[in-house]
C-alpha cells in the first residue's frame, strides 16, 4: 500500500464519539511538529456548532488553538482567505458527514491544494467518516453501499468506514468494480495512521483491527 508523499501523517478514521476515540485525536495531536493553528473543516456536516465543540475537545487535549475554516460550497472552498487558513495549519481534521456533499464541495478546488500544501509541509490531515473514505482512491459509504471516487492519497485503496461483518457484501461488490484495489475496512473508534517514514499503524483503544481485503486481481 502506497499513500501520498509528504512530511505529516494522514489518520483515517473510521467513526465514533469523539469522547469514544480520545486516544485516538490524542495521537493525532502528538504528530503535530509546531504550534500552528489546527483547521475544522464542516463542509460534510450541516450542524453549525460541531467545529467550535471540536476545537474544544481538542484544547482540552492540549491541542494548539484554532479555527473553523467556513468551507460549506465550491465558492468557499475556493476563496484565497480559507486557502491560506488551511496552507498554514498544523493539523486539518475533515469531519465526518456526507461523503457526497463533501466530494461536491471540495472536488476539483483550491480547498484540496491547500490541504497538500499543509501535508507536504509537515501538517497531520485527520479524515473521519466520509474524510476517511475521500482520502483514498474510491470509497464506500454508507449510503446503501454506494462507492465515490476519492482523491487518491491513498492510492488503490478502497476505504469503507464506519466498517463492520456485516457491510462485507458491499465490499465485495465494490471489489468487482475495482479488482486492482486494496480494501481498508476501518471500524469505528479505529484509526489507520500512515507516517511520513513509511510507519503504518492501527490506534485504537479497542480489540478491532484494519480489515484487509485484496481485490481479485490479486488472485490471479
Known amino acids: ?14 467513526g465514533g464519539r469523539w469522547e469514544d476515540t480520545e486516544t485516538i ?3 493525532a495531536i502528538s504528530a503535530i511538529t509546531d504550534e500552528s493553528p489546527i483547521a475544522f473543516i464542516p463542509a460534510a456536516d450541516p450542524d453549525p456548532t460541531r467545529g467550535e465543540a471540536f476545537l474544544s475537545f481538542y484544547a482540552d487535549l492540549g491541542a494548539p488553538h484554532g479555527y473553523v475554516v467556513p468551507i460549506h460550497s465550491q465558492q468557499s472552498a475556493h476563496d484565497p482567505a480559507n486557502y491560506r487558513r488551511l496552507a498554514n495549519a498544523s493539523l486539518i ?6 461523503a457526497r456533499r463533501l466530494l461536491e464541495t471540495l472536488e476539483g478546488t483550491a480547498a484540496i491544494e491547500a490541504m497538500a500544501a499543509a501535508f507536504d509541509g509537515g501538517a497531520v490531515i485527520v479524515g473521519e467518516s466520509a474524510g476517511a473514505l475521500l482520502l483514498g482512491k474510491w470509497g464506500v459509504s454508507t449510503e446503501q453501499g454506494k462507492v465515490y471516487p476519492g482523491w487518491g492519497w491513498v492510492s488503490d485503496a478502497l476505504i469503507t468506514p464506519h466498517y463492520s461483518a456485516e457491510r462485507t457484501t458491499q465490499v465485495r461488490t465494490a471489489l468487482q468494480r475495482y479488482p486492482e484495489a486494496i480494501s ?28 484487509v481485503t485484496l481485490g481479485p486481481k490479486f488472485g490471479r
Not at 93 to 98: D, K, L, N, Q
Request: aromatic content about 8%; overall charge negative; hydrophobic content about 40%.
Open 93 to 98: 481534521y475533515i469531519g465526518g458527514g456526507s
Open 25 to 27: 485525536h490524542s495521537q
Open 184 to 211: 481498508l475496512g476501518i471500524p469505528d473508534c479505529v484509526a489507520l495512521a500512515l507516517g511520513p517514514d513509511g510507519e503504518l499503524a492501527t490506534w485504537t483503544d479497542t480489540d478491532q483491527q484494519v480489515t
Open 1 to 14: 500500500m502506497q499513500w501520498r508523499t509528504g512530511a505529516g501523517w494522514l489518520v483515517l478514521l473510521g
